[in-house]
């Protein structure tokens, strides 16, 4: 570490943090070597790693989860903690450009290709904060009625973000108007309220556990104070001892303007940790910005089929893993064909040379690990992860979520399987987090540390880079049992830009 310029004061804030110097060195180390890209083997497709159900199916694992549920505890993990910066980085760009007065704001969106600003304005009065962002212009604007559009429509759009108005940009997405129905406004956080309490109810108590900022605790905390609904709302923060260091170009520690060290949120990877601290059996995982004014039946109903598709096999699991523990009869081809063909497990190469007993332990291995049924919808042309098969480091592959940002884009081969995915992620899980004992499984052991990734971003008018722990459905779930399952478009209705909130899903039909 005396090559990096640490001091004693380094070494005491580093404590401070939470941090030990082995992990730093680890991330430093990583600066210095790189990362190896993900090697993807195909893209994962119906039949090929991706499970898809005939209505009468999908009608049986919603039965099949309605009659087991009450053996189990149930809660619902939705990631909640960032700012919604992006959902409006072009309109923040657009106060930051555009001169009231110099040009208009047509020949603006001309100028600049701006065809969100576009859609924005020409949508403007279907948006869900419409009125109350016009009652708050109409109370710092006497004359309001007398101004021209463009001054409408930039007096519109400042109070939106700026400080002194609603500042959304700086709000997390949970908290902000998503739907309208006459003069009720509703946010993301009463439709995972609403949604939890349809697949997590278990005897009367439905759970929902949000991870946040600290500062946007009590912002959560009246929303649901103010819904009066009969789920259980559990927090947490993402961990300070999840950050990762920042480095400049020359990989040497990025220091800020009072000399100490820049650590910087690792990324929803740090999440594990989260999920690791809950007590529940079944946990399903959902975004905060996935949610729908219509749809609501259809949505909960595909929820309903992967949580049957997980009670299913895990049930086949665990009889498998007791059978095993027992050692008593077993017969090894039928356990060998549902490891392959149920569970997508591809054994080791040399794995038929195995002595008998060897091959046992290797099986209990590989079924005693935590489940996860992640949804799949058809590739609509999202940015985001998709299923493919990787190449593991012990010669065989495995099903993953896998981001562009993990892939060598520069390898023919490797881009051309990239492009070749039919499905896309939308972050629609079921995971099983017990053993077949009913223990608690650690799930820092089935984390891959070497699939995260490095990213370049800017701080304080400087380059940076900075290294984003393996992603919680990515790397940091790398090791589970993984199962792929189709759902419905419907059920996957993100809010990545406030535009969004205009499409049919969001608005009241």
């Not at 009720?184 to 929902?208: C, F, R, W």
């Not at 009869?329 to 190469?349: C, E, G, Q, R």
């Not at 005693?368 to 949804?375: A, D, E, K, L």
Request: charged letters at 25%.
């Amino acid at each position: 570490m005396k090559k990096y310029g640490f001091t004693e004061s380094d070494f005491d804030y580093i404590e401070h943090y939470g941090i030990t110097v082995e992990k730093i060195s680890r991330e430093l180390e990583m600066f210095e070597k790189g990362i190896t890209k993900i090697s993807l083997e195909e893209a994962a497709k119906i039949g090929n790693g991706i499970l898809t159900f005939s209505k009468e199916e999908v009608e049986y694992f919603v039965a099949y989860f309605e009659t087991e549920r009450k053996k189990y505890s149930i809660e619902k993990f939705v990631p909640a903690s960032g700012a919604a910066s992006r959902m409006f980085k072009f309109l923040i760009e657009f106060i930051n450009e555009f001169q009231l007065g110099e040009e208009t704001i047509n020949a603006y969106i001309n100028r600049q290709k701006a065809n969100k600003l576009s859609v924005f304005l020409v949508g403007i009065e279907k948006f869900p904060f419409y009125e109350m962002v016009l009652e708050e212009i109409r109370l710092q604007y006497a004359n309001y009625d007398d101004f021209s559009q463009d001054e409408k429509y930039y007096y519109f759009i400042n109070t939106l973000l700026s400080l002194e108005g609603f500042d959304f940009a700086n709000k997390p997405k949970g908290v902000l108007p998503f739907h309208r129905k006459d003069n009720t406004i509703t946010t993301p956080i009463d439709k995972h309220l609403k949604e939890a309490v349809t697949y997590s109810d278990v005897n009367g108590k439905p759970q929902i556990h949000f991870t946040v900022s600290e500062e946007h605790l009590e912002d959560f905390k009246t929303i649901v104070s103010s819904i009066g609904s009969d789920v259980v709302v559990n927090y947490s923060f993402q961990k300070a001892s999840t950050d990762t260091l920042a480095v400049d170009m020359d990989n040497k520690p990025f220091r800020l303007e009072d000399g100490n060290l820049f650590f910087r949120p690792g990324g929803h990877g740090a999440l594990i940790e989260n999920l690791n601290q809950l007590e529940s059996d079944i946990v399903f995982i959902k975004n905060i910005d996935n949610v729908a004014f219509n749809h609501f039946e259809e949505i909960v109903f595909h929820k309903k089929a992967l949580g049957g598709v997980l009670l299913q096999l895990q049930k086949d699991i665990f009889s498998h893993l007791e059978m095993l523990e027992r050692s008593s009869d077993i017969n090894l081809d039928a356990l060998i064909t549902f490891v392959s063909d149920k569970l997508n497990i591809v054994l080791p190469k040399d794995f038929s040379k195995y002595s008998l007993d060897n091959q046992k332990t290797e099986l209990f291995q590989l079924l005693n690990r935590p489940i996860r049924v992640c949804g799949m919808v058809k590739n609509e042309g999202e940015p985001g992860g998709g299923p493919f098969w990787v190449h593991e480091d012990n010669g065989t592959v495995s099903l993953q979520i896998v981001e562009s940002s993990q892939i060598d884009l520069n390898n023919e081969n490797q881009k051309r399987i990239f492009s070749e995915s039919t499905h896309f992620n939308p972050v629609d899980l079921v995971c099983g987090l017990k053993n077949f004992k009913g223990e608690k499984f650690n799930l820092s052991d089935f984390v891959n540390h070497n699939a995260g990734f490095i990213v370049q971003k800017t701080k304080n008018g400087k380059d940076i880079k900075a290294y984003e722990l393996p992603g919680l459905w990515n790397g940091a779930m790398a090791n589970w049992i993984t199962i792929f399952a189709e759902v419905s478009l419907e059920t996957f209705n993100p809010v990545k830009t406030v535009n969004d909130l205009l499409k049919p899903a969001h608005q009241h039909e």
